[in-house]
């Protein structure tokens, strides 16, 4: 099992920026998959960024261009540049790691984004 654990956000005005990450840590050989995921009120959890073990990344298409998913194997760390924010990027911002046996999320971390 792997225990995932988010930390960084929190409240933002329109325009600005954040930075979330998120570590991993347990019994694992190495995680394939990191990744990044919210869900606003009411409405269906999308994804946000998610990124291989060799670098590849996706990106949801409402943050293309506005944010940067990053990832420091060694310390199984994923990190979430989020800049130009919107009102509509409000959500609980939730962590993903996939390994070859499991896939486990961590609590989530609110992202208010209010002038």
């Known amino acids: 099992q792997v225990r995932v654990v988010e930390s960084g956000g929190g409240l933002v005005q329109p325009g600005g920026s954040l930075r979330l990450s998120c570590v991993a840590s347990?019994?694992?050989?190495?995680?394939?998959?990191m990744g990044w995921y919210r869900q606003a009120p009411g409405k269906q959890r999308e994804l946000v960024a998610i990124?291989?073990?060799?670098?590849?990344?996706n990106y949801g298409d409402s943050v293309k261009g506005r944010f940067t998913i990053s990832r420091d194997n060694a310390m199984n760390t994923v990190y979430l540049q989020m800049n130009s924010l919107k009102l509509e990027d409000t959500a609980v911002y939730s962590c993903?790691?996939?390994?070859?046996?499991?896939?486990?999320w961590g609590q989530g971390t609110q992202v208010t984004v209010s002038s």
């Open positions: 993903n790691a996939v390994t070859r046996y499991s896939n486990d």
């Open positions: 347990g019994s694992f050989f190495s995680i394939n998959v």
């Open positions: 990124i291989t073990s060799d670098g590849r990344t």
